[in-house]
């Protein structure tokens, strides 16, 4: 495997895992903000922090798990 491939793969899991983490963040954020009563606009805020917070945090975990992954051959 050439050292472009591990890029991509990197690459790959860091968006997967951004998007995905993402997705479960604005679920997440939502279900928070309605349950403590977040007042108005502040819903959005913190809606957005919890999205943005859980897509970096999944996309570096997947980032990482594809770079370990890489070095291996089968």
């Known amino acids: 495997m050439g050292r472009d491939s591990c ?9 997967i ?5 993402g ?3 604005a679920v997440y954020g939502t279900y ?8 108005g606009l502040l819903k959005i805020r913190y809606i957005g922090q919890t ?3 859980s897509a970096a945090v999944f ?4 980032g990482a798990g594809s770079l370990i992954h890489c070095g291996k051959s089968y």
């Open 51 to 53: 999205t943005l917070g």
């Open 17 to 21: 895992g951004g998007s995905i983490g």
């Open 59 to 62: 996309g570096l975990f997947m």
């Open 32 to 39: 928070e903000a309605i349950r403590y009563k977040v007042p």
């Open 7 to 15: 890029l991509a793969r990197v690459t790959a899991g860091v968006a």
């Open 23 to 25: 997705a479960v963040g």
